[in-house]
């Protein structure tokens, strides 16, 4: 049976929900579900908790959902191409939880294997372990990390077939397999639907329940660095 949904609009108005915590895939502008956070976007929910390595830039990303007012809390572990994400921390009007970037990656991938909590080294003895039980291991301390499992995890993928089996391309790989496995419920938005080989797969369908075709073809850059030219 067909997962594909007719739209990001049609998906996304099914499931969300006022209060709800949302994982979004993506590295900055790379691999980000555009089409899928436009859609969260117009469907006005607020107090939405949202996990994402950062939150997009100014007005581009999840920077649209920080404009329109639906976010409370942040989980990321950069917010420095977002003035807007600052100066909402600043303000006091965003919580946000600052999470070291590896830590966030497994805490994504332990909610996805059903995995409650993990001990790392990483942010012993730093504010990043207040209020956390710590331990020792063969002389090293560490520090007890919950695993994450959202309501809803929105990502991007390059192709699937139509039972939500994902392949990503190049780098936009990055969180996006992570996101998908610790949703209750994910939607995946692709460029093309179509047959994938087994050995393609990246996200196997049973972890995926909606597709979307995506609907925003521009795929934009956070800092576009060039230099002069040097003639052969």
Known sequence: MSKLVDSAAEAVAAVARD???VAVGGFGLCGIPASLITALRDTGVRDLTIVSNNMGVDGK???LLLENKQ???VLASYVGENRLF???YLDGVLDVEFVPQGTLAERLRAGGAGIPAFYTPTGAGTPIAEGKPE???DGVRVVLERGIVADLALVRAHRADSA???RYRLTARNFNPLVAT????TIAEVSSVGPVEPD???TPGIYVQHLVHTEIAEKEIEQRTVRARVDA
């Open 19 to 21: 209060g709800m915590t």
């Open 61 to 63: 990303g999840l920077g």
């Open 71 to 73: 976010v409370s809390k």
């Open 86 to 88: 600052a100066q909402q």
């Open 135 to 137: 331990a020792e291991f």
């Open 164 to 166: 939500g089996n994902l």
């Open 182 to 185: 610790a949703g209750r419920v």
């Open 200 to 202: 393609d797969v990246h």
